[in-house]
């Protein structure tokens, strides 16, 4: 197998030179579409069609139609990272754990008579893990939804493309 030189990064840290093999593993947005999208704010907050318009405007300023299939091939390899399961199979059996503790406390400190502040402590303690649970699960929801959104405005994209292909073939 041959070796093809060409632009590679480099480590963070050090000067190896990353192969293949490990850009396989996290691949950068060929487009820097989440990029483009994070520094757009000219939209209307209520206006959901409109919005996916101007989305679908800027995607087919920066993505090629011929490259609209390997894009979304892209984003769903991106959707399926195991990043955010294995966040979620952390985070929130350890939030549960918080809250658990917090309560099993705070019901054993009901035989003893126990002070004021240990009870509040306990119950504080509990918020932050209720708290902690929701920002955990909003965050990967919202995160799942916004990559759900662009996935379909690309397939749409892509249909429409494949329409104005066929259009233009009839025609000839």
Not at 47 to 62: A, L, M, T
Request: proline residues 3%.
């Amino acid at each position: 197998m041959n070796k093809v030189s060409g632009d590679s990064q480099k480590y963070k840290f050090g000067k190896k030179k990353k192969n293949l093999y490990y850009w396989m593993g996290n691949p950068q947005d060929p487009y820097s579409l989440y990029t483009e999208l994070s520094n757009y704010y000219d939209y209307n907050y209520e206006d959901f069609y409109g919005n996916c318009e101007v989305i679908k405007k800027i995607i087919s300023q920066i993505v090629p139609p011929t490259q609209l299939k390997q894009y979304k091939k892209y984003l769903e390899y991106r959707n399926k990272s195991t990043h955010m399961d294995l966040l979620m199979k952390v985070a929130i059996p350890f939030f549960l754990a918080i809250i658990t503790a917090a309560v099993i406390s705070m019901l054993s400190f009901l035989d003893k008579n126990p002070s004021m502040i240990n009870y509040l402590n306990n119950f504080g303690v509990l918020v932050i893990g209720f708290i902690g649970l929701k920002r955990v699960i909003s965050f990967n929801t919202f995160e799942e939804n916004r990559n759900r959104l662009l996935l379909l405005i690309i397939s749409e994209l892509i249909e429409e493309d494949e329409e104005k292909r066929l259009k233009s073939n009839s025609l000839y």
